[in-house]
């Protein structure tokens, strides 16, 4: 049995506590702390089981470790900020606790998101006999997962994969997003990347599109973006000559981000306002809909896969495996709509399989370096079950395809 402690009690967090306090098989004790106590009081009450909660500044090394002593708790799963990733890191190795995450490391002043920095923590947890899991949301997360299930089960190399990822769910209102606000549209504001051939070609931001037939959705059009999922893929998976990704925008919110980009509203620069710096994608965040206050308006569902395509014993095949979930479904089991939710699962899932010992493995690892099997197993049981469509009618090969 393991004391599990949560950091961020955001939409995920929320997500993360609820399922956690549920494994009590695994988790003899919860804790979720954040800077803000009141917001996992609030959480922690909407849960059968008691959990407890903290305070805790996650850009605190001394802080983290000092809670985590204090809790003792034997594994930290990180839903903070993606610029708070190193400093809890620190924390876990000084208080001797395994860790999880959903998302790499991102600089405050910088709109890069890689693993380097934490991979360079690699030698360091392997001496401590601690696990990092990095990335253990829906992508990164699962769709690393459904990439080693795939290359252990279904082929003897893989030559290209497309990751897809739709929301088809509607807030009702014009422009809001659905995970944290700063890391969104920093995300989609940046320039796009595949990679192809053993190189990285880059694209202008939403440059490319095309319409998939997404399953329990219909077709939708999907934009080129770079995920960091592809950067740990592309060196992970045998014989790969692609592997791109995509994600669905509805008009409105288009729309919405050509204006406040072209007006600097998505910078990340400080500006000077009567003799006060204020970065304004920091205040537009202030402007928005808190991403957790979405779940009870939202409605429609998501669908995030695979589509893979390669070889077994000399045959060419191709696999699309895919989860779709209903927003409201995932509000009534969890109050969070489903974006929160195929993101909090998995790091749970990621947590359990260090707490039931499949993944204790002493260092840093990306999702797919580990046995994918107990992980899709716990997906079907945890509310995230997928499916298999082989040979999809759909094929992704026509863009930017020099690799025939």
């Known amino acids: 049995m393991s004391r599990v402690l949560i950091i961020g009690a955001g939409g995920v967090g929320r997500v993360v506590a609820h399922k956690c306090a549920a494994r009590e098989d695994l988790f003899e004790a919860v804790c979720l702390a954040s800077r803000n106590e009141d917001k996992c009081r609030q959480i922690a009450g ?23 002593r204090q809790f003792k708790a034997d594994i930290v799963i990180n839903v903070a900020l993606p610029y708070q990733d190193l400093t809890i890191m620190d924390g876990c190795l000084d208080a001797g606790a395994h860790y999880v995450d959903t998302a790499n490391y991102e600089p405050r002043d910088e709109a890069k998101f890689e693993y380097k920095w934490q991979w360079e923590y690699q030698d360091r947890f392997r001496r401590a006999g601690l696990t990092a899991v990095l990335g253990s949301g829906f992508d990164p997360g699962v769709t690393n997962v459904y990439c080693a299930w795939a290359q252990k089960h279904h ?8 990751i897809l990822d739709c929301n088809a769910g509607d807030h009702g209102y014009p422009f809001a997003t659905n995970f944290n606000p700063e890391i969104n549209l920093r995300e989609v504001s940046a320039n796009g990347r595949f990679w192809e051939n053993g190189e990285w070609v880059e694209t202008m931001p939403l440059e490319f599109s095309c319409d998939f037939p997404y399953p329990e959705v219909g077709s939708r059009k999907s934009f080129l973006l770079y995920h960091e999922e592809l950067e740990s893929l592309c060196r992970n998976i045998r014989g790969l000559k692609r592997i791109r990704f995509w994600m669905t925008f509805g008009e409105s919110y288009l729309k919405h981000l050509e204006v406040l980009r072209n007006v600097g509203m998505t910078g ?11 970065v304004p994608i920091e205040f537009l965040k202030k402007l928005l809909p808190d991403p957790a206050s979405l779940g009870p308006r939202t409605v429609g569902r998501t669908c995030i896969g695979c589509l893979i395509s390669g070889e077994k014993d000399g045959i060419e095949k191709s696999l699309f495996i895919y989860n779709s979930c209903d927003h409201q479904e995932c509000y009534r089991e969890v109050r969070s709509q489903a974006v929160s939710y195929t993101t909090g699962v998995p790091a749970m899932i990621g947590a359990a399989q260090i707490a039931n010992g499949n993944w204790k493995i002493p260092g840093v690892h990306n999702m797919e370096q580990l046995d994918p099997d107990p992980f899709m197993d716990e997906l079907n049981r945890y509310g995230l079950p997928w499916h298999v469509v082989e040979n999809p009618d759909h094929s992704m090969t026509f863009l ?5």
Do not use: C, M, W
Not at 155 to 162: A, E, G, L, P, Q
């Open 46 to 68: 909407e849960i059968a089981r008691p959990i407890e909660t903290a305070t805790v500044d996650g850009d605190v090394p001394a802080q983290v470790s000092a809670l985590i």
């Open 268 to 278: 990340i620069e400080p500006v000077d306002y009567n003799g006060v710096p204020v």
């Open 155 to 162: 082929f003897d190399s893989i030559r290209f994969i497309d």
């Open 400 to 404: 930017h395809d020099r690799s025939k």
